[in-house]
């Protein structure tokens, strides 16, 4: 017996298994398919199971929307090291805008950034 449910509204996952090893196994079956569907799976913070009803284990898997606001500091501190000419970075909201007159600055601000590991899946989207 396994259940999954899916909280849109508070932005959760929650399984529940009969012991830890389906547990283990159900998350990694979730995985598959969420990479299969080109989700990131680093913006799902994984706990450990606690213990439900009935001899079951739940685990509430929060589903990270955005870059939380340390990533985005260190983000912007990092463009900042690298000394990129002409590129401006800020934090607006949940996301980092990154600026620059020239298209060829802003490509190699994006390719720094994936070089680097920031513990959050970064999405690039309307860039000139």
Do not use: C
């Not at 929650?14 to 569907?37: C, G, H, P, S, Y």
């Not at 989700?39 to 929307?65: L, M, Y």
């Not at 990092?78 to 620059?100: P, T």
């Amino acid at each position: 017996k396994a259940d999954i449910v899916l909280n849109a509204t508070e932005k959760t996952l929650t399984l529940v298994a009969d012991d830890e090893f389906k547990m283990n196994a159900l998350w990694e079956i979730i995985q598959t398919r969420l990479v299969r569907r080109s989700v990131p799976v680093k913006n799902f913070k994984v706990p450990e199971s606690e213990p439900a009803a009935g001899g079951t284990v739940r685990r509430v898997i929060p589903i990270q929307e955005g870059i939380p606001i340390e990533a985005a500091r260190e983000i912007v501190k990092y463009i900042k090291d690298q000394k990129l000419k002409r590129v401006q970075a800020a934090i607006q909201g949940d996301q980092v805008r990154v600026s620059s007159p020239s298209k060829d600055d802003l490509q190699e601000a994006m390719r720094t950034l994936r070089e680097h590991d920031f513990g959050v899946a970064l999405h690039f989207g309307n860039y000139r």
